[in-house]
């Protein structure tokens, strides 16, 4: 293995003896050593939870069985550097994070990496590392932000302050202030286990480790609506409808991180057809009695039946 080459040998006794300082046992040094390339940082809001997705990673480089070892990344937020001298700096962030990326896994000579992005510049720095080290990698990105209030996204306010040079808003519209709760409900730190990893065993034994809610969906969007139970649950429908595309099983919703009981989650579903804003939100059952749900609008009714059908004779397929 590439790692041996700071851990193995009379020579290494010193390499080992610093492993040994940050932790490490012997064992650990004999497996796979796995860098973590993690770009998660309180300035970049897309990276703001990368952190959450680094934890799970290192989690399933131990249960197969290497030694993972993480070191960060710096993002420039292009949006917070626009429009002053910061700009200039863009760009040139991508070159120091391939660059910076290179030095630490060549210094440290790791068997295989996984990097941790997201954002315009640390992707690409990224990419451009893992094609210059040649080492076994995988890339795997926060996901997309969705809009805020009322749909707004970063290039609608950026085109508010035009509006309001032309007289066709006024500056209070654009600096509306949001709810009091707003920031409590997206931004407070969630509670232990609600992005947690979990793991399936399958009749072979072989063990999957996934994520509930799935990761594709928006970090933000989890936390802004998680005391909200009929919007966690069109907006876990929706995703798994459009991601994957599959319908999901209604009692997902009886297992962590969701934990409804039984006539909890009969009366929300209930409720869920009746409303008109949940109108793509439908049922179907399986000839067994399961009942699956989905949006049409991104699975049509057929399809998901048959989905519904193959997903209980292959619970484990993605």
Known sequence: ????????????????????????????????????VNAA?????????????????????RMAGGTPMEFPAIAVCDGLAMNHEGMRFSLTSREVITDSIEIMATAHPFDALVFIPNCDKIVPGMLMAMMRLNL??????????????????????????????????????????????????????????DLGVFSITAPGGTEYLYFKPLMSHSYARI????????ALVCDQIRENSRIYPRPVPSQMFLEAPFDFDVPTLECLLQ????????????????????????????????????????????????
């Open 271 to 318: 409720s869920i057809g009746r409303k008109g804003e949940n109108k793509d939100i439908k049922f179907t059952q399986t000839s067994s009695g399961t009942i699956f749900l989905y949006s049409d609008k991104y699975l049509d009714d057929d399809l998901a039946e048959f989905l519904a059908e193959e997903q209980e004779m292959r619970p484990l397929n993605p």
């Open 41 to 61: 940082n309180e300035v970049v809001p897309g990276h703001l939870h990368l952190g959450k997705i680094a934890e799970a990673v290192k989690a399933g480089i």
């Open 223 to 230: 936390l802004a609506v998680k005391d909200n139970a009929e």
């Open 1 to 36: 293995m590439r790692s041996q080459k700071m851990t193995f040998g009379l020579e290494k006794a010193p390499h080992r003896s610093l492993l040994y300082a940050l932790g490490l046992t012997r064992e650990e040094m004999k497996r796979p050593l796995i860098g973590v």
């Open 136 to 193: 076994p990698s995988i890339i795997m990105s926060g996901g997309p932000m969705l809009a805020g209030r009322n749909n707004t996204d970063l290039i609608s306010v950026f085109e508010g302050v035009g509006a309001v040079r032309n007289g066709t808003m006024t500056e209070e519209e654009l600096e509306e202030e949001l709810p009091e709760d707003y920031f409590e409900s997206v931004c407070k730190a969630p509670e232990e286990g």
